[in-house]
């Protein structure tokens, strides 16, 4: 038995030395970098050590911000494109003729550039000298008058954003969604239909309880992205973010480090800090919760 233990040990090793050395060891030195103040990463030196890092984060007004952009873009984006990829999903298993076909046009926007998508957005909604965009064009054609969904107000930018959000991740949960349905019993449809259940019945006793692991996973991941949302905020609207209004959190920490306002790697340190707790927080709830909705 224990030769046995040792071989998966020497197993495990690469990856033990790997998860060491890029995530565990940087996490330890970012927690200890966030206490320290005034930290300048060429001298490597820092004149104290307390909580004024995070005192400082917490009431500056880009940070601030920049949380409620994550937070309105995660809890937007992640029910809708969860709840849309499901529907989707079913439908597409539903479909006998050119299924793989459908699958595969659905599963496209995954393998492409983001920023390319991005650009094709731009296109959509940006208002030029030339143009107001293909979205203008149709609203007004409706008798609506255009919105300038770049560089407008708040709100139009932040329903590009989501729009966009929605757009990239969904092909992803569509090709988990199709997989899980697919491995779903057929017994029980069977059953359903012998027993002249709906289908709606149908769906909510039997495929969702069945695919309820695939909806957890989906939901966990889909929140920890969304809270890491930056390249789709930078190919709409630039890498001014803040200027634009629409920086997330992961774009202050980035520009802590290497923006306009780079060079505190302190303050970077403690907001990347506070949304790893974030993070943390809403993952442990939902654990909490899937243990009385998920079926294993």
Not at 225 to 233: E, L, P, Q, V
Not at 259 to 278: H, K, N, Q, W
Request: glycine letters at 6%; hydrophobic letters at 50%.
């Amino acid at each position: 038995m224990d030769n046995k233990n040792n071989k998966a040990w020497l197993y495990l090793l690469p990856a033990i030395l790997f998860l060491t050395a890029f995530l565990v060891y940087p996490l330890i030195d970012v927690f200890v970098y966030s206490f320290e103040e005034g930290y300048n990463s060429a001298s490597q030196t820092f004149f104290g050590v307390g909580t004024y890092n995070y005192s400082y984060v917490l009431h500056d007004p880009y940070f601030l911000r920049a949380v409620q952009n994550t937070l309105i873009l995660v809890f937007i984006t992640v029910p809708l494109s969860t709840g849309i990829a499901l529907l989707i999903s079913v439908g597409l298993n539903s479909i006998t003729k050119l299924k793989e076909l459908f699958q595969t046009v659905y599963f496209l926007p995954y393998v492409t550039n983001t920023l390319a998508v991005g650009l094709v957005f731009m296109i959509l909604f940006k208002k030029t000298p030339y143009t107001d965009g293909l979205v203008n064009l149709i609203i007004n054609f409706f008798g609506g008058s255009s919105v300038d969904f770049i560089d407008g107000p708040y709100w139009a930018k932040m329903f590009v954003l989501c729009f966009y959000t929605i757009w990239v991740v969904m092909p992803f949960k569509i090709l988990i969604f199709t997989s899980a349905l697919a491995s779903v019993n057929k017994d029980y449809y069977n059953a359903a239909k012998v027993d002249g259940t709906s289908r709606f019945r149908t769906f909510m006793k039997i495929t969702l309880p069945m695919i309820s692991p695939t909806v957890f996973y989906l939901v966990i991941t889909g929140f920890i992205g969304a809270f890491k949302a930056y390249s789709d905020a930078v190919a709409l609207f630039g890498t001014n973010l803040n200027a634009a209004e629409m920086n997330t959190i992961v774009g202050y920490v980035y520009d802590m480090l290497y923006g306009d306002s780079g060079g505190y790697p302190s303050y970077a340190s403690a907001a990347a800090i506070i949304l790893f707790v974030i993070v943390l927080t809403i993952t442990c709830i939902n654990l909490l919760v899937s243990k009385k909705h998920v079926h294993y």
